[in-house]
């Protein structure tokens, strides 16, 4: 059973930067791609992130290039969001999530391709 628990999530300031944790098991297929996601308050669920363990493809939006960046340390099978220059509109509940795949299509970047799902980690930015 794949599982998926993030952690890092927290308050921070505006212009500040916080890193997320999403540690993963229970893969029993080599080709996935691994997502963050996020949801504000009344607003859909949206990826900040896709990224693969086999060709290390990414996609970020538009909204996050620049500021957010995935990397992965596979001894831990780990996947890490490093989210500098944070803005108010950043303030979302963060989800790792995961799904079958070799290469990040942009297309497929998005919560409905998603097959496993972590409980999600809370992101406030004050100002």
């Known amino acids: 059973e794949v599982r998926l628990v993030e952690s890092g999530g927290g308050l921070v300031q505006v212009g500040g930067s916080l890193k997320l944790s999403c540690a993963a098991s229970g893969f029993t297929h080599d080709d996935y791609i691994i997502a963050w996601l996020r949801q504000a308050p009344g607003k859909e669920r949206e990826a900040v992130v896709c990224v693969s363990n086999s060709d290390n493809s990414t996609y970020y939006p538009d909204s996050v290039k620049g500021r957010f960046t995935v990397s992965s340390d596979n001894a831990k099978n780990t996947v890490y969001l490093q989210m500098d220059s944070l803005k108010p509109e950043d303030t979302a509940d963060y989800y790792c999530?995961?799904?079958?795949?070799?290469?990040?299509?942009?297309?497929?970047?998005?919560?409905?391709?998603?097959?496993?799902w972590g409980e999600g980690t809370q992101v406030t930015v004050s100002s």
């Open positions: 999530a995961a799904t079958r795949g070799h290469t990040v299509f942009e297309a497929l970047c998005g919560p409905a391709a998603m097959d496993y």
